[in-house]
């Protein structure tokens, strides 16, 4: 049936200065994700971008970048349901770090007619939301023993009224040319309006996650990875 196909493709023009192009995606409203790879069906996504990367004459900077892309997701009515919008200033130093800006604003539609549980007991009502956030990443040389990426971003206006903020640390340590560790801690609090979460007092909408995950990397050949 020509309803239960994914297809898929993508065209770039990407050189060390210039880069542009679009990928999309499309799954049928019978697909079966029996792999459990597709996030959802009956869906429609397309993403154009477009980069530019000049190296200027510096003693301190290798290379800038800046980005720009956009994810429209729509079903196959081709009615839009969510749509990103990616930008980016980079700065790539000679020392091998480097420091990062990256607004981005967000348009979500959550559908009727049952509200969405972002957490226990936090429930988005259906409608359509729209919102920014503004991070910062920070990304010291990865040869070096011990390395660490830092990223702090808060979310205004989160589902409309609400505030998300995000705190990210990265580090890893290199024991030696074949081990490693490595761990990764990511801090979430969000307040939303009391009217997302019946049943509590007022103000105590939200949510906060601490999540802390560690990997020990063991590279026994060129060929082989042990985690």
């Known amino acids: ?54 190296r200027p004459r510096s003693e301190l900077i290798s290379q800038l970048v800046f980005r720009f892309r956009v994810d429209y997701l729509m079903n196959q009515e081709n009615r839009l349901e969510s749509r ?17 800006f990256t607004p981005h604003g967000n348009m979500d539609t959550i559908p009727g007619p ?9 429930l988005i009502p259906p409608g ?13 040389n990865p040869a070096q023993r011990l390395t660490f990426t830092a990223n702090i971003t808060p979310y205004w206006g989160y589902y409309n009224e609400g505030f998300l ?13 074949q081990m490693s560790l490595q761990a990764s801690y990511d801090y979430n609090d969000a ?9 509590r007092a007022a103000g105590e909408c939200g949510f906060t996650d601490h ?17």
């Open 114 to 122: 049952q509200p969405f549980e972002i957490r226990r007991g936090v």
């Open 1 to 54: 049936r020509k309803d239960n196909w994914v297809t898929s493709g993508n065209i770039a023009w990407d050189s060390d200065f210039f880069n542009l192009g679009t990928s999309w995606l499309t799954v049928g409203p019978e697909f079966r994700n029996d792999l459990g790879f597709v996030p959802r069906r009956n869906m429609r996504q397309i993403a154009p971008q477009i980069g530019i990367r000049p």
């Open 165 to 177: 903020l995000r705190i990210g640390l990265n580090p890893r340590f290199k024991i030696n040319e």
């Open 191 to 199: 307040s939303l309006p009391d009217r997302f979460c019946p049943g």
């Open 84 to 100: 990103t919008v990616h930008t980016a200033a980079e700065v790539n130093f000679q020392d091998g770090s480097e420091l990062a």
């Open 211 to 227: 999540n802390l995950n560690t990997r020990f990397d063991y590279n026994i050949t060129n060929q082989w990875l042990t985690s």
């Open 128 to 140: 359509t939301y729209s919102w920014w956030h503004t991070g910062a990443r920070y990304r010291t």
